[in-house]
């Protein structure tokens, strides 16, 4: 008889190979983070039975994990090498953080809900991430004394990318992040060579407000 991980097993590449892989994702080291990384462990209890639904859901305080093909999509744009170290703004539940784990050196994964950032912490440590470093911030300021990066990642929309991320880019780093309006906005990607950024629309999205003091100042 199968187990309840089972079940959790065969969900988890249900969702990987038609939510993922047949929409596009073929990085294999990708497919398999998200194969390693239990997403039902980062959800409330009450949405465990939308656990790999290819949507967002809510995690509380007015945020969600993201939908799986996005977070496969910016992750994709980031272009994680195994010597990066990435820095994940708005790292909500933790499970980009979680997948970015698997295919980086080390993560910075910044929080401005003190509360989101020790249940991630405690979520994370119980998936055996130890590449990784929580904490509760304003990740629109980036996080300067760990600069530079080779990479960051925001799960949440701003009106623009933060001029401080620029200054913390490593050279041929990427940022990868929506920005727009309350309703809609773009995935961009701004690449660094040298002194110049390049930037390069991706898709259309929809994602919560990035809030803090270059970002949006009003939550709601």
Known sequence: ????????LAQRRQMVEEHLR???????????????VPRERFLPASYLNEAYCDHPL?????????????VALMIR?????PHHRVLDVGAGSGYQT???????????????IDELTERAIDTLAGTGADNVTVITAD???GLPEEAPFDGIICGAAGPDGPQSWLSQLAEGG????????????????IQRTGDTF???????????????????????
Request: hydrophobic share 45%.
């Open 139 to 141: 990740g629109t300021l």
């Open 98 to 112: 979680a997948i970015l784990a698997r295919m980086v050196s080390h993560v910075y994964a910044v929080e401005r």
């Open 174 to 189: 990427r940022i990868v992040l929506p920005v727009g309006g309350r309703d809609e906005q773009m995935l961009i990607v």
């Open 58 to 70: 809510p995690i509380g305080h007015g945020q969600t994990i993201s939908q799986p093909l996005v």
């Open 22 to 36: 047949a929409r596009g994702i073929a990085d294999s080291k990708l497919l398999s983070a998200f194969m390693a």
């Open 198 to 220: 390049t930037r390069r629309e991706v898709c259309r999205v929809r994602f919560v407000k990035l809030i803090g003091q270059a970002g949006w100042r009003d939550p709601q």
């Open 77 to 81: 744009e980031l272009r994680p090498e």
């Open 1 to 8: 008889m199968d187990t309840t991980e089972d079940k959790w």
